[in-house]
T-cell receptor, first 116, second 110 residues
Framework: EPEVTQTPSHQVTQMGQEVILRCVPI?????FYWYRQILGQKVEFLVS????????KSEIFDDQFSVERPDGSNFTLKIRSTKLEDSAMYFC??????????????FGPGTRLTVL | GQQLNQSPQSMFIQEGEDVSMNCTSS?????WLWYKQDPGEGPVLLIA?????ELTSNGRLTAQFGITRKDSFLNISASIPSDVGIYFC??????????FGTGTRLTIIP
């Protein structure tokens, strides 16, 4: 069964450094998302992306964050200058359609980001 | 913003028992989803609900979309060890982001 994949599984970085988290959504999906989960807390929405542009973003997704779909398969999240509070699990999700019974987001296994 | 409150926060049950958890919101959603998360992994979809009043089953799991569109429950019958994990409800209004609940941690006592 197709699944969302994410790399790396764990990223350790120094505060102030740039990180890029990578995702390969399910191949026929058109809508892409990033969420994050601080340890022990709930999953929080960051950004949604469709048709090569951001369709919605949360308050968390400030100017330090950016997303890109550089080719037909990858979807990336970049944090320009990491802060300690960016330490979290970052989940990529994708879905094939908007609306109706098949409108379901499928999540990747996550990247654990640790900022020192 | 929209908030989902899940209860209970944690449950300690014996294998074979039935489990019930619910999710309530201050605002309406047009889709309710239930996910399970194992440690260090991403949420895995269990059940999706798309219409108010809908009752859907997936094996030993049953979930319902509340009539008011502000709540949903998940039942697990005859729990087994692999049911251990954190269960999250998630709601959506519109086509985009999911708003997740606070989670229910299920532990099975040997």
């Amino acid at each position: 069964e197709p699944e969302v994949t994410q790399t790396p599984s764990h990223q350790v970085t120094q505060m102030g450094q740039e990180v890029i988290l990578r995702c390969v959504p399910i191949s026929n999906h058109l809508y892409f998302y990033w969420y994050r989960q601080i340890l022990g807390q709930k999953v929080e929405f960051l950004v949604s992306f469709y048709n090569n542009e951001i369709s919605e973003k949360s308050e968390i997704f400030d100017d330090q964050f950016s997303v890109e779909r550089p080719d037909g398969s990858n979807f990336t999240l970049k944090i320009r200058s990491t802060k300690l509070e960016d330490s979290a699990m970052y989940f990529c999700a994708s879905k094939v359609i908007a609306g109706g019974p098949k409108d379901t987001q499928y999540f990747g296994p996550g990247t654990r980001l640790t900022v020192l | 913003g929209q908030q989902l409150n899940q209860s209970p926060q944690s449950m300690f049950i014996q294998e074979g028992e039935d489990v019930s958890m619910n999710c309530t919101s201050s605002s309406i959603f047009n889709t309710w989803l239930w996910y399970k998360q194992d440690p260090g992994e991403g949420p895995v979809l269990l059940i999706a609900l798309y219409k108010a009043g809908e009752l859907t089953s997936n094996g030993r799991l049953t979930a319902q979309f509340g009539i008011t569109r502000k709540d949903s429950f998940l039942n697990i019958s005859a729990s087994i060890p692999s049911d251990v994990g954190i269960y999250f409800c998630a709601g959506r209004f519109g086509n985009e982001k999911l708003t997740f609940g606070t989670g229910t941690r299920l532990t099975i006592i040997p």
